[in-house]
């Protein structure tokens, strides 16, 4: 590597890595919760053959799908240890940064739009920041996801109705408290432990957006699909810190190039998935579709967080509220 003592001969600037050691083939293992026909899975596949072909073999992603490398959280851990390099992962890293579950606020992103606009904003770029210094990771993109819908075994009406419901939710703690707000009995617990939760009645209700219900089979063991759509949000394809800097500046131009191919595909397939996913699940699956009235759960979500929530987290909140 180029150093201060070494440089003098020419006007290459020290401080980036140097690039003429091209033999070196860098290698990583990237992770997430999804099976292999969910999108997101597709959209790292792809990111690997991009990264691939426009590094001419330097380096090489291998993709883990269905929690190979570990449930999400132990996913990062293994990345901050250098076991492993890459995840898709979003609002569970509040635990690591405190400011990151602020992404997934129930009710607080109003749309697609709004969700765009939040990322490309000053409250987005707080939130990488946070996440770059505090979990130890390099935001390379996004992909947008479908609302998040409540899955039960008995319709979900209204609040009244989640009084008790023993729910399985991410390990977010901002999604534990307002669900526990709500009436219901939330446990934290990880993607590939869902399915047998609910086949074993250990727990009676989940909640995901529907592309992730689809793909883990959820309708084999739950019956209804509640429209209470309360969170909008968005998962970011993140490599380790100490990784990335270990990267020549063109490598890291590469995957940032194919981060961004690797989202628009992504994107694209998750368009044209939306309305096909709800039509198989409510007329292939058999599920049932219900129209919750969310009016109070909007509104108690609302005070509970004016109230609440720390006052980091309460500027970050009212920030993207005015985005
Ligand atoms: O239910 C899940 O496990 C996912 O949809 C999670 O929301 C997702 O993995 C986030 O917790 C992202 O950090």
């Known amino acids: 590597t180029t150093s201060v003592l070494s440089g003098c001969a020419s006007n290459t600037p020290v401080d980036s890595v140097d690039s003429s050691d091209d033999s070196k083939v860098y290698e990583f293992k990237f992770g997430h919760a999804a099976d292999e026909n969910n999108t997101w899975h597709k959209g790292a596949m792809k990111f690997a053959e991009e990264v691939e072909k426009r590094s001419e073999g330097r380096i090489k992603v291998t993709v883990y799908p269905s929690e ?36 997934s606020t129930p009710y607080l992103i109003k749309d697609s739009e709004h969700l765009k606009a939040v990322i490309q904003s000053e409250a987005g770029e707080i939130i990488e920041n946070e996440i770059y210094e505090k979990a130890g990771l390099k935001v390379l993109t996004y992909f947008e996801r479908g609302p998040r819908m409540l899955s039960s075994n008995k ?24 669900w ?38 959820f309708y084999e063991v739950q019956k209804y699909i509640n429209n209470t759509a309360h969170v909008r ?16 500046d063109d490598l890291k131009q ?36 219900i129209e919750t009235d969310t009016s109070e ?27």
Do not use: C
């Not at 009406?157 to 703690?173: A, F, Q, S």
């Open 233 to 248: 949000g968005w998962i970011y394809m993140l490599i380790g810190v100490d990784q990335w800097e270990a990267l020549p």
């Open 68 to 103: 190979m490398l570990g449930n999400e959280i132990d996913n990062v851990t293994a990345i901050q240890a250098g076991t492993a390099d890459m995840v898709l992962s979003g609002e569970s890293l509040q635990n690591w940064a405190n400011k990151v579950g602020i992404m």
């Open 254 to 289: 590469v995957m940032e190039e194919a981060a961004q191919v690797a989202q628009e595909y992504e994107h694209q397939l998750f368009l044209e998935g939306e309305e096909e996913i709800f039509n198989s699940l409510i007329n292939e699956k058999g599920m049932e579709f």
């Open 297 to 323: 759960m909007i509104s108690s979500a609302e005070e509970y967080y004016q109230e609440n929530l720390d006052a980091e987290l309460l500027e970050l909140y009212n920030l993207i509220k005015n985005v």
């Open 155 to 178: 319709p979900i009406n209204n609040i009244n109705d989640l009084n008790g419901l023993r729910l399985r939710l991410p390990n977010v703690p901002l999604f534990v408290e307002t």
């Open 180 to 217: 526990n707000h709500w009436g219901a009995r939330p446990t934290p617990m990880a993607f590939s432990e869902v399915f047998t939760g609910l086949q074993q009645n250990t727990i009676e209700a989940q909640e995901n957006p529907l592309a992730l219900m689809h793909s883990g089979g």
